[in-house]
Every structure is written in structure tokens, then in C-alpha cells.
Nanobody, 120 residues
Framework: QVQLVESGGGLVQAGGALRLSCAAS????????LGWYRQAPGKQRELVAY???????NYANSVKGRFTISRDNVKNTVYLQMNSLQPEETAVYYC??????????????WGQGTQVTVSS
């Protein structure tokens, strides 16, 4: 079991920046990567980014060049630096920990979610 505790959400104006944090604890050895999903009102939950245990990263096309995912292995914490935020990126952002299967990445554990609101 992995527990995930998130922080850093809030209200920001369009063009602004936020940094989300997620502290992981428990059976960290059992997962392959840490990542972030988001779910906007009326839309499906989508993968924003993940970072593997050996620091390889993957980003959704919509956030490439603006968002940066990183991790601190001493603190077992994953971060998401979000720059140039747009109103359509208002969503609940969920930290996750997952594993890789043949078919792709599978998120096994979830944080509680943190609200990010981007105003015009």
C-alpha cells in the first residue's frame, strides 16, 4: 500500500504558475513511477505527467514545455511545476503512484486531489 498526500493547489490568474507537491509513503518499492492526473468539470480524468523511478518523464502534449515533473527520492515527494496556466486547465489534480504493464502505465494509488483554479 502507498499513501499519497498532496498540497499546493489554489487560485491563480491566467498566465501564472503553481507548484504541486505530493508526499508518498508506504510500500514505495512496489511502484514504478509517480504522476499527476487531472479532471476538469464535465471531462474525463487525463494523465498530465509521470516520472519513473529512474527519472524518465512523460508529459501530455498539451502541457509540454510549460509543466515540469520532478521528484525528491530522499523525501519520496513528487512535484509538478505548472507555468503559463490557462483557464481551461482548471481541474482537480490527483497525485498517483503506479506500475508499468505491457499495455502501458497503470495508476494503482491515488491522492485525495487538490483543486487548481485558473481565472481569466
Amino acid at each position: 500500500q502507498v499513501q499519497l498526500v498532496e498540497s499546493g493547489g489554489g487560485l491563480v490568474q491566467a498566465g501564472g504558475a503553481l507548484r504541486l507537491s505530493c508526499a508518498a509513503s508506504g510500500s514505495i518499492f512496489s511502484i514504478d513511477a509517480l504522476g499527476w492526473y487531472r479532471q476538469a468539470p464535465g471531462k474525463q480524468r487525463e494523465l498530465v505527467a509521470y516520472i519513473t523511478n529512474d527519472d524518465r518523464t512523460n508529459y501530455a502534449n498539451s502541457v509540454k514545455g510549460r509543466f515540469t515533473i520532478s521528484r525528491d527520492n530522499v523525501k519520496n515527494t513528487v512535484y509538478l511545476q505548472m507555468n503559463s496556466l490557462q483557464p481551461e486547465e482548471t481541474a482537480v489534480y490527483y497525485c498517483n503512484a503506479g506500475v508499468f504493464y505491457t499495455a502501458g502505465y497503470y495508476p494503482k494509488y491515488w491522492g485525495q486531489g487538490t483543486q487548481v483554479t485558473v481565472s481569466s
